[in-house]
């Protein structure tokens, strides 16, 4: 089992420009949650896909805008880059019913804006 | 005031010391308890979880919640060199099914 795994891992983009990052669950999970983590920080809570559908959204813009594909993998999408978009974005998987007590992450994409 | 605090250290130990990491919070609601090593520029590793109240020990590893202060800790006994990380502390309403974090405490245990 490859666990959860996401790509590119790291990315350079210029400001104003739009990101695709992608992530595959971990085999068996149907629920994926995207988090940002700027360095030094924790991870905060971008929005949560389940069914195809945005379930959950933390407080971020509406430039943040996501995917879940019949397979159960994810993109996130972010237009008009800002500097502070700067950070490393980090997939979780999981069950539906369990969710909490066994999110699964992978290593994460490191974007840095410029 | 965050609903998840948590001291950024960094804390240094001696190899084979034991290490106390802590965090509070203040939703009541909260009633899974996370903690999650991060090693650098890798992704969040789930250590252990705790429901509700109460102690849970996983080999080195023990984990307390005590929801009438709104204060969970970790202790890791034997603390190794390989157990340098950050660590971080993470909540979920169970309904909610989103985690709220704390920053993490960045460790370093020196052989």
């Known amino acids: 089992d490859a666990g959860v795994t996401q790509s590119p891992t790291h990315l350079i983009k210029t400001r104003g420009q739009q990101v695709t990052l992608r992530c595959s669950p971990k085999?068996?999970?149907?629920?994926v949650s995207w988090y940002q983590q700027a360095l030094g920080q924790g991870p905060q809570f971008i929005f949560q896909?389940?069914?195809?559908?945005?379930?959950q959204r933390g407080n971020f813009p509406d430039r943040f805008s996501g995917h879940q594909f019949p397979n159960y993998s994810s993109e996130l999408n972010v237009n008009a880059l800002l500097l502070g978009d700067s950070a490393l974005y980090l997939c979780?998987?999981?069950?539906?019913?369990?969710?909490?007590?066994?999110?699964?992450f992978g290593q994460g994409t490191r974007l840095t804006v410029v | 005031q965050k609903e998840v605090e948590q001291d950024p250290g960094p804390l240094s130990v001696p190899e084979g010391a034991i290490v106390s990491l802590n965090c509070t919070y203040s939703?009541?609601?909260?009633?899974?308890f996370m903690w999650y090593r991060q090693y650098s520029r890798k992704g969040p590793e789930l250590l252990m979880y705790?429901?509700s109240s109460g102690n849970k020990e996983d080999g080195r590893f023990t984990a307390q919640v005590d929801k009438s202060s709104k204060y969970i800790s970790l202790f890791i006994r034997d603390s190794q060199p390989s157990d340098s990380a950050t660590y971080l502390c993470a909540m979920d309403a169970g309904n909610n099914r989103k985690l709220i974090w704390g920053l993490g405490t960045s460790l370093a245990v020196n052989p």
């Open positions: 939703n009541s609601a909260f009633q899974y």
């Open positions: 979780a998987s999981s069950l539906r019913e369990v969710w909490g007590t066994e999110a699964f």
């Open positions: 705790t429901y």
């Open positions: 896909y389940y069914e195809e559908e945005e379930r």
């Open positions: 085999s068996g999970h149907d629920t």
